[in-house]
């Protein structure tokens, strides 16, 4: 199956098993989603629980306070991630607080489903990379699946938390990663990595696309230069599964976090910061970050470079292999 | 209901009472003496209250407050049409003084507010009120989230939503009103137009020719009404909770008031308003003006009045005593961010327990529990 | 100027050519001949680039295209109406390739967008064309900047702002207008109401009677105008820039039209539009409906057609060759993001340059350049 | 002068020297702010150059962006940071990036100036450090002056600065701060950081209001525990002065990092990474974060132990300076 498959087999699973699940956003009835992610609920579900909302973010996601107030999971789309900036302050000020502003009276079980990433030469605003910003809003939890089966394990955990989720769906991934997904009940908890690949020289940290390009880089590591690398895939960025993280560094003793946002204040600051508290001395050198540049998300002809891709992670894995040694 | 929204117009002010309070002007609403007498001591409580909040702040054992004062008719009036058991209300943060017919604890949960206690955002179910909304308008989508939320449970509720003039300025509520003549969802948007957006006058925050003509842009009626009238309140209120719960959609109020006050108690409207126009409004009491009503019909006396002030001022020492006397642990903002913390806020929260000598375990406590 | 804005009706579609083209329905704009020969022109270039994009794009060499085939008679006829010297243009995405009325720049510039070049956001100056937007509504708060700019100067400009009926329902465009009427800027707000967002149709978006109605809300008028007639459209921008330019603020005006196409070369109207709706519009065409009243006129003719045709087609190919032969430094995304980069992105950049073996020093190279 | 005095003063010589400079928002002219930063601007430059304009920081920002395009210097004011929210799209998605979106063609020299930060007992939203989120919108400059010389020193530089900057000014210290200003033209540069202290066993790095957290810190550490601490006050946190926190870490080869945001994802985080990555073989001790916790910004009554105090700071720096020595 793939990614997209798997998110859309899940909303039809998550919506049979409870009907106080609502799918709304724009272009998720008739058209069922621009990516088809939502296709087929709207025949299946009908048309009070599958709604196309008018062209406002700020609207989707404040209406998905109300409705979940009032007892309802809502599962709004923002159609590009870039475009939940026009719903930020319902995001970070309302949807993230509802249970701390009423405390503890409300709860706010909502998924909001956002594709994003580069890779695709989109028009502008739909690449960018935006997780450090939703986990600088205290109150939200941050998912991003890499996998299919992990997409269908993470947005059935996410439906089913009571406490809000950007569930964050790699664009590039929806068509290109595929792989086997568990047909019936099949949750993945939220705060646990998934140690994709074990390895003793180095541990390269990513989540969502960029997990398939350390996997990548990883191989490559072994067969042309011998290095045994462990490929951490974060899977959830809050609850961050720092234990996980510890584990790992402490094996290896050194570490690459590989991301696509902009390098500066990135999530992947965070990631070496922890190492940096939990496990300093165990590092052997400093670890490395390979990300986005310090500027937007590129136009089409511009892309190719910007993205990490696996020859950076390499090179970037056998420099800090190549330290301190 | 007599009151015919879709024909009232924007332009003109719907009211029942005469300005001095003498005279009916239109058909007075449809309800029982004894809830317009309730209407006017829940007026005359959160008259009281106000001047207590001032009062508490001044002495620094409260925090800023936004005195209601002159506004009081159109809460009072508009939770008198309402039904506490199937409606919700969402506040700005003017409002919860004067929302004692959604119960006792809404006057309490806001004394805990006003004392910067986390509970203040906490008006207890079954009250259905939303916590004190600080980001303006933000609001004004989830009163359509709630609305659209009784439609799909088939209950027969509406959600009314207090918002300013400013506020009324935000893209939220353009956005929420437009979805909501989509959905045609029982919402009644109610602007308090009191004048002013701290020192912003009306002509600063918009062209158009009245703030209920602002619902031609989203298909439903709008409609203008003495805000100062608490009869006229009841009347409008009414009719559209009627409109709304009958399938027949939202409506949006514009409750035409003053701000008799400063914007809250870290304002001096001396900077910025000419004195005349609050004289102008100061014969236009909606307290008074709805006394000389009932007086007029032997419903209300200077007994009843002086009874009803000591009645306020128990009920508002009471509630203040109670929010003085509710202690907090410490720590207790790390309560009910999420329903279960993250490990790193459990860490967090143990390394700052231990700085304050407090047992590591912090229980199973809430924000409204009494320390560690 | 005999069209006057504030009776022109939201409800009713201001026209002048009967939908065949055969007839006057009302008064014409006050236009040259040669003036209109040219919107012509500019549409049946804007139709012959609209395939060849739409080509380019299923061959691999463009990206993601959004058609603008139908609504040609809404962007040229409003642009015809335009004073270039003076007027700011801010296109939503579908509009440049009709506004070559700013300039053949338009076009090349538009050819680089499509291209993926960073150049395609850059229409040199004097050309008054902001770049394309792709965030919904984002720009209509910049056409308010420029024109509030503008009167600051004592410029005798307007910017006219193209959006979609979709767009409408973002909060920025309530904002802007709203401000646009306490400012009277002279702003055009001009809402291509096309039928469809994606595959959004107008009873989801609004309830509004009409999009033109929704100026109630801010205080000036509101017209609706048959945006495939292209000389409706000519009267109503030329009244409503006539207006605005003497000081009497901002117009909303709703160009009714139909997207004949998908909504990009990524979708397919099958999945949600009845084939009868799209049927319903086409003998509406706009070029031909101006061409049937050119030909009745003298003005145009077979000959001019296919002349039109092949000039504009010159016109695309040696803008797209320009835009295919032109290069682009693969670190060329670090310019212009600051007028000097921070420190972090000279390492960056001397590092990626690096990586791609290219001499470390970036010059001053802009995005336009051609290659390190 | 206090800091707010300082604004005000600055906002007064810079209008002064250019007609291009306009400053609106909301409440900013006949009010004169509601912390008096833009008091006497209405009377001295008239109502054309200042704006009370309608309650919607969307377009306070949005007409910045066309205002700059034809050659204005707009100088809009969030009356608080956490309403910035409300005009994220506008900030993040045009405001920064009207030059990269133009290829150069238009710049936006616009200086969005908002006050933040806790301590002072205010409503919700009101105390948000966001500080890290506006730095993850590449195109954008943030700048944050901790003492009122650098408030006059920044602001001007920023208004005169081709490019948008986020000037967040320290809430609590509008009238707390006060220092001596220079009366005449006094530019401070972005991108150079401060050696507010010098020291030799640790380095204190803040900005904003932190940094009298940091040199309260610093002067117990000498007078109680005999420790040298230097403070570096960052100033700017884009452009970052990478090569003053590398110099002040090589010296001390220990570092604490303080500032109000939540810790995950906050700047403090890339103030770690950069150490690490540029200062790795010169760390005796892994570097310390002081921050607020992964809460919402509490209320009034919870506020005391939210915000780093200076036991805090030098808790932390004895940790830090007890270890690896
Ligand atoms: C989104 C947002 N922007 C700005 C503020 C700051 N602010 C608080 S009250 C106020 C004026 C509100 O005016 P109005 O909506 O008319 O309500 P009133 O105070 O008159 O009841 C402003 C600007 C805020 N709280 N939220
Ligand atoms: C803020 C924002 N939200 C969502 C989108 C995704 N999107 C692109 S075009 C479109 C529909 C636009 O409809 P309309 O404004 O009517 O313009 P049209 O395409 O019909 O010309 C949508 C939803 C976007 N580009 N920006
Ligand atoms: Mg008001
Ligand atoms: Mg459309």
Chains 1, 4 share one sequence.
């Not at chain 1, 996410?158 to 989720?165: F, N, S």
């Not at chain 2, 209300?89 to 004392?115: D, M, W």
């Not at chain 2, 006058?201 to 842009?217: G, M, N, R």
């Amino acid at each position: 199956m793939t990614l997209v498959e798997a998110i859309n087999h899940t909303l039809h699973q998550e919506m049979e098993r409870d009907g106080k699940v609502l799918v709304f956003g724009q272009d998720v009835a008739r058209n069922g989603g621009v990516f088809r992610a939502t296709d087929g609920l709207l025949d299946r579900f009908g048309g009070r629980r599958v709604v196309d909302t008018p062209l406002a973010e700020g609207v989707i996601i404040g209406t998905a306070v109300g409705l979940a107030a009032e007892g309802f999971v809502p599962v709004p789309e923002i159609q590009f991630l870039g475009f939940a900036w026009q719903a930020f302050h319902q995001i970070a000020g309302q949807l993230a607080r509802l249970r701390y502003r009423s405390d503890g009276r409300f709860g706010c079980p909502v998924t909001v489903r956002a594709p994003f990433g580069g890779g695709v030469r989109t028009p502008e605003l739909h690449s960018e990379a935006l997780e450090a910003q939703f986990v600088q809003c205290p109150g939200l939890k941050v998912v991003l699946p890499a996998s299919a089966a992990d997409a269908k394990g993470l947005l059935a955990s996410a439906i089913r938390d009571p406490d809000p989720v950007m569930f964050l769906e790699p664009l590039k991934g929806y068509r290109l990663v595929k792989d086997d997904v568990p047909e019936g009940e099949h949750l993945v908890p939220l705060g646990k990595a998934n140690a994709v690949r074990t390895g003793d020289d180095v541990t390269l940290i990513a989540w969502s696309a960029q997990v398939e390009v350390a996997r990548k880089a990883a191989a490559v590591l072994a067969a042309e230069h011998g290095v045994s690398a462990g490929v951490l895939d974060l899977r959830t960025l809050v609850p961050l599964d720092i234990e996980a993280i510890v584990a790992a560094v402490e094996h290896t003793g050194r570490a690459v976090v590989v991301s696509e946002a902009p390098q500066s204040a990135g999530f992947a600051a965070e990631v070496v910061a922890t190492i940096c508290e939990e496990a300093f001395y165990s590092l052997e050198a400093p670890v490395a970050r390979v990300g986005g540049y310090d500027v937007p998300y590129p136009v089409g002809m511009l892309e190719e470079h910007y993205v990490p891709d696996a020859a950076r992670v390499v090179a970037a894995a056998l420099r800090v292999c190549g330290e301190g040694a | 209901m007599s009151l015919d929204l879709e024909l009232a117009a924007a332009e003109t002010v719907y009211r029942v009472l005469s300005e001095d309070g003498s005279a009916l002007v239109a058909e007075p609403p449809d309800v029982r003496d004894d809830d317009v007498v309730a209407v006017m001591a829940e007026m005359v409580k959160a008259r009281v209250a106000n001047g207590r909040f001032f009062s508490l702040q001044r002495q620094g054992r409260a925090g800023t407050y936004a005195p209601i004062e002159g506004q009081e008719a159109v809460v009072a009036g508009a939770a008198a049409a309402l039904d506490p058991a199937h409606d919700w209300v969402l506040p700005q943060y003017r409002e919860p003084v004067a929302l004692g017919r959604f119960g006792p604890e809404v006057l309490r949960t806001y004394a805990l507010y006003q004392r910067g206690h986390p509970a203040g955002g906490h008006f207890p179910a079954p009250v259905r009120v939303f916590p004190v909304q600080i980001s303006l308008a933000a609001q004004i989508p989830h009163a359509l989230g709630l609305a659209w939320a009784m439609r799909l449970k088939g209950e027969p509720g509406v959600a009314c939503v207090f918002f300013g003039d400013g506020a009324s300025s935000e893209g939220d509520f353009y956005e929420a009103a437009n979805f909501a003549g989509v959905l045609g969802a029982p919402v009644l948007f109610l602007c308090v137009n009191n004048g002013w957006a701290i020192s912003t006058p009306l002509h600063s925050q918009t062209a158009a020719t009245s703030f209920a003509a602002k619902a031609a842009a989203f298909g439903f009626p709008g409609v203008r009404v003495d805000g100062n009238d608490a009869l006229a309140m009841i009347s409008v209120v009414a009719a559209a909770r009627e409109r709304a719960v009958t399938g027949g959609g939202p409506t949006l109020i514009e409750a035409v008031t003053f701000r008799m006050g400063p914007h809250t108690t870290a304002d001096d409207p001396k900077r910025y308003q000419a004195p005349e126009e609050r004289a102008g409004w100061e014969g236009r009491d909606p307290i008074l003006r709805l006394r000389r009503h009932l007086e007029g019909r032997g419903l209300w006396s200077a007994e009843r009045q002086a009874e009803a002030e000591a009645l306020a001022a128990a009920e508002i020492d009471a509630a203040w005593d109670r929010a003085e006397a509710m202690t907090v642990s410490p720590d207790a903002f790390f309560d009910h961010v999420y329903a279960e913390p993250t490990p790193r806020m459990v860490t967090q929260r143990a390394e700052l327990r231990a700085r304050l000598g407090l047992d590591p375990d912090p229980g199973t406590g809430t924000g409204t529990g009494t320390g560690a």
